[in-house]
């Protein structure tokens, strides 16, 4: 259960692929989010519409960026099993989410994941829209459920997903947090705090190990004026990932290109 390298591509590790904290995954430093207005089943890219979105993650994985981030919550796990079946599984970083509030509930989502996903394992699992600032003793039945998933290798990172800054804040030192999943961008739009609020805690986190990436980084859409700024804004802070709500094949190569004037990569994996 790993993201097998060539010798060829592992000389990449400190350009486009970069070690995730102290989860053991190698991830590359853009993936494609499925979540854009997204909720309840549904977000911009599955109304777009079934064979559509599953080719805008094969579209996505063509320009290397081999990192599908997904969740209950969008509706996307049927789009991106189907793309897994043309691609290499080891080569291509799942993330997940679950909103489940009871232990026996996230038991059963990480099972019901793997059969919509159509793989035996889940990269990352994060608990979605943390907002509760004591969600550290709340959560605790899911944290559990989720770290036993992790024992048996259905799991191979868990985390949280961050709509607070009291969540945030907890989340960046509690040791059963290996990733983060936080809202960045130079402008403060649609994040739980300023970004000279929130950096300093993202840094925490990193410091103390968590694989962090960044989401909003484009302001849901609302910096769109800048996008140069504000893919390289959130790179340039020492961030080393980010997932980006792409919606076609023009959006994909625009902020490839942009991250990849940051973070060489000599061919495609």
Known sequence: MSVALTIGEQKQVQTWWTPFGNTGLIVPRLSIGTGTYGWGGSSAQTRLGFR???????????????????????????????????????KVIITTKTTARTKEQARQDIQRFLKELGTEYIDIVLMHCLVDGNWTTTMRPVMESLSEAKRRGYVRAVGVSCHSFAALKA???????????????????????????????????????KGVYAMKVIGQGGL????????????????????????????????ITITRKLFPQNGNI
């Not at 579209?59 to 796990?77: E, K, L, P, R």
């Not at 402008?187 to 925490?204: I, Q």
Request: aromatic share 8%; net charge negative; with cysteine.
């Open 171 to 209: 989340a960046s030192t509690h040791p059963w947090v290996e990733v983060i999943l936080a809202r960045l961008n130079y402008d403060g739009m649609h994040m739980d705090g300023s970004p000279s609020e929130v950096l300093p805690v993202l840094k925490t986190a990193i410091s103390n190990g």
């Open 224 to 255: 769109r004026r800048d996008v140069d700024k504000a893919i390289q804004f959130v790179f340039e802070t020492g961030i080393p990932a980010a997932t980006i709500g792409m919606l076609n094949e023009a959006e994909i190569k625009q902020n």
């Open 52 to 90: 559509e979105c599953v080719r805008l993650l094969l579209v996505a994985y063509d320009y290397g960026i081999a990192w599908f981030d997904s969740a209950d919550q969008y509706g996307s796990h049927p789009h991106v099993c189907e793309a897994l079946k043309s691609l290499d599984r080891e």
